[in-house]
């Protein structure tokens, strides 16, 4: 069998070649520098009567930054993929190739409408279960958090009780001051006066007006203290409940796990000394809800490993070009060969009711969206070590490193 030697076609196959790429079911369309259409073929000039596109309109099929990626293109010989436009209810995923020395560029095109259709559906089904894992979080977590706000709850309500009393007895002592006002002002100074004098006196001492001017202030202070208590639970949960992903933003991670502790405090404080050593790293891009998301499930997980009086350690740092956190328990720790399934679907060790399998499976998704990586190490009897590296950059050309990672287990 004869091989010829691959590079520029023979002349012989110009008009093949030429008849293939006019008979291709895929649109293509070839541009010259200045944006003109110079050529359709048969794909492409199917789709301008499907969408009823003037000969004027024919680039609304093709990305709006199209001048920019021709010029691209053009100016370093290079190609242009993963472009994607959309017209009317169909989406077209493009590929442009400049002509080496040329001054034309050819888009190829597919349709992906279905790619995003299923697209769509795969991130509505996610969604779907990082909202489960959530409400699931929050209900294991339900009774540290009643109880952690009937606690400030109930001494508001008790001083609440005292401070209407003493309402009560201040008001029956303006009254009496009141009798005397009236007395002064209508000129008396008889005995009268006197006797509402120390009907005065005896009501203070009956309503215990020093204790009441002492006790005040600080039955309305606490009271103030656990309303704000209540008010910081209840916010924090509302933020972490809520439903889709919210926005991308720059985020202190810092500040991210000081207010998933405030959630998590409930249940870990019976169980184990928190140690917090946060350390001086940058804001990173990312979606902090999703990552409060990650901290819990890895916080709650640390409670369950931990039978009592254990100690979980959060620590952060910088290490160059990314910002690293390691959550670390004395619990009893994951056995080998439980350790290479953790972050599977639906895998859980746990009792009825008291996981879902699904944690740090969207736990180890929601790393990965953010082009970072998760590691642990575990020993049985001595405790868990769970390590999550995030670009500072968000994708990154280091985003993907893998630096210090030792002999860890790495997703």
């Given at each position: 069998?004869?091989?010829?030697?691959i590079?520029?076609p023979?002349?012989?196959?110009y008009?093949?070649?030429?008849t293939?790429?006019?008979?291709?079911?895929s649109?293509?369309?070839?541009?010259?520098?200045?944006?003109?259409?110079r050529y359709?073929?048969?794909?492409?000039?199917e789709?301008?009567?499907?969408?009823?596109?003037?000969?004027?309109?024919?680039?609304?099929?093709?990305?709006?930054?199209?001048?920019?990626?021709?010029r691209q293109?053009l100016?370093?010989?290079t190609q242009?993929?993963?472009l994607?436009?959309?017209?009317?209810n169909?989406?077209f995923?493009?590929?442009?190739y400049?002509v080496?020395?040329?001054?034309t560029?050819?888009?190829?095109?597919?349709?992906?409408?279905?790619y995003k259709?299923?697209?769509?559906?795969?991130?509505?089904?996610?969604?779907?279960l990082?909202?489960?894992?959530?409400?699931?979080?929050?209900?294991q977590?339900a009774?540290?958090?009643?109880?952690?706000?009937?606690?400030?709850?109930?001494f508001?309500?008790?001083?609440?009780?005292?401070?209407s009393?003493?309402?009560?007895?201040?008001?029956?002592i303006v009254e009496?001051?009141?009798?005397?006002a009236?007395?002064i002002?209508?000129?008396?100074?008889?005995?009268e006066?006197?006797?509402?004098?120390a009907?005065?006196y005896?009501?203070?001492a009956?309503?215990?007006?020093?204790?009441?001017?002492?006790?005040?202030?600080?039955l309305?202070?606490?009271s103030q203290?656990?309303a704000?208590?209540?008010r910081?639970?209840?916010?924090?949960?509302k933020?972490?409940?809520?439903t889709?992903?919210?926005?991308?933003?720059?985020a202190d991670?810092?500040?991210?796990?000081?207010?998933?502790?405030?959630?998590?405090s409930?249940?870990?404080k019976?169980?184990?000394k928190?140690?917090?050593?946060?350390g001086?790293i940058?804001?990173?891009?990312?979606?902090?809800q999703?990552?409060?998301?990650?901290?819990?499930?890895?916080?709650?997980?640390?409670?369950?490993?931990?039978k009592?009086?254990g100690?979980?350690?959060?620590?952060?740092a910088?290490?160059?070009?990314?910002?690293v956190?390691e959550?670390?328990?004395?619990?009893?720790?994951?056995?080998?060969?439980?350790?290479s399934?953790i972050?599977?679907t639906?895998?859980?060790?746990?009792e009825?009711?008291?996981?879902?399998?699904l944690?740090?499976?969207i736990?180890?998704?929601i790393?990965?969206?953010?082009?970072?990586?998760?590691?642990?190490?575990?020993k049985?009897?001595?405790?868990?070590?769970?390590?999550?590296?995030?670009?500072i950059a968000?994708?990154g050309?280091?985003?993907?490193e893998?630096q210090?990672?030792?002999?860890?287990r790495?997703?």
């Amino acid at each position: 069998m004869n091989v010829h030697t691959i590079g520029l076609p023979p002349e012989d196959l110009y008009p093949e070649l030429v008849t293939f790429t006019h008979l291709n079911p895929s649109p293509v369309l070839v541009l010259d520098a200045s944006g003109h259409v110079r050529y359709l073929n048969l794909a492409a000039r199917e789709l301008q009567k499907e969408f009823a596109l003037a000969d004027t309109d024919i680039l609304k099929m093709l990305p709006t930054n199209i001048l920019e990626i021709m010029r691209q293109c053009l100016e370093s010989g290079t190609q242009a993929r993963r472009l994607e436009s959309q017209i009317q209810n169909r989406w077209f995923g493009w590929s442009a190739y400049g002509v080496p020395g040329g001054q034309t560029v050819y888009f190829h095109g597919a349709d992906i409408t279905g790619y995003k259709k299923a697209e769509k559906e795969q991130n509505e089904l996610r969604l779907k279960l990082v909202q489960n894992d959530k409400m699931a979080s929050i209900g294991q977590l339900a009774a540290g958090i009643a109880h952690e706000i009937n606690n400030p709850l109930s001494f508001v309500v008790l001083n609440l009780n005292h401070i209407s009393n003493y309402g009560r007895g201040l008001l029956s002592i303006v009254e009496q001051y009141d009798k005397v006002a009236t007395l002064i002002k209508a000129g008396s100074m008889s005995t009268e006066v006197e006797a509402a004098l120390a009907g005065v006196y005896d009501t203070k001492a009956q309503e215990e007006f020093e204790e009441i001017l002492d006790e005040l202030p600080s039955l309305l202070q606490e009271s103030q203290d656990g309303a704000e208590r209540i008010r910081a639970i209840v916010l924090n949960l509302k933020e972490f409940s809520h439903t889709g992903e919210g926005t991308q933003k720059d985020a202190d991670i810092n500040r991210c796990l000081q207010s998933t502790l405030k959630i998590v405090s409930y249940e870990l404080k019976y169980k184990a000394k928190v140690i917090e050593q946060y350390g001086d790293i940058p804001e990173i891009l990312c979606y902090p809800q999703e990552l409060n998301q990650v901290f819990m499930n890895l916080l709650v997980n640390a409670s369950h490993a931990i039978k009592q009086n254990g100690e979980i350690r959060i620590v952060t740092a910088r290490r160059d070009e990314q910002v690293v956190i390691e959550i670390s328990d004395t619990g009893c720790g994951i056995p080998p060969e439980n350790l290479s399934r953790i972050f599977e679907t639906f895998f859980t060790t746990k009792e009825v009711g008291k996981g879902t399998g699904l944690g740090l499976s969207i736990s180890s998704e929601i790393v990965k969206k953010h082009h970072g990586r998760i590691e642990v190490e575990s020993k049985v009897g001595i405790g868990t070590t769970f390590r999550i590296w995030l670009p500072i950059a968000h994708g990154g050309p280091r985003a993907t490193e893998n630096q210090h990672a030792g002999g860890h287990r790495k997703l």
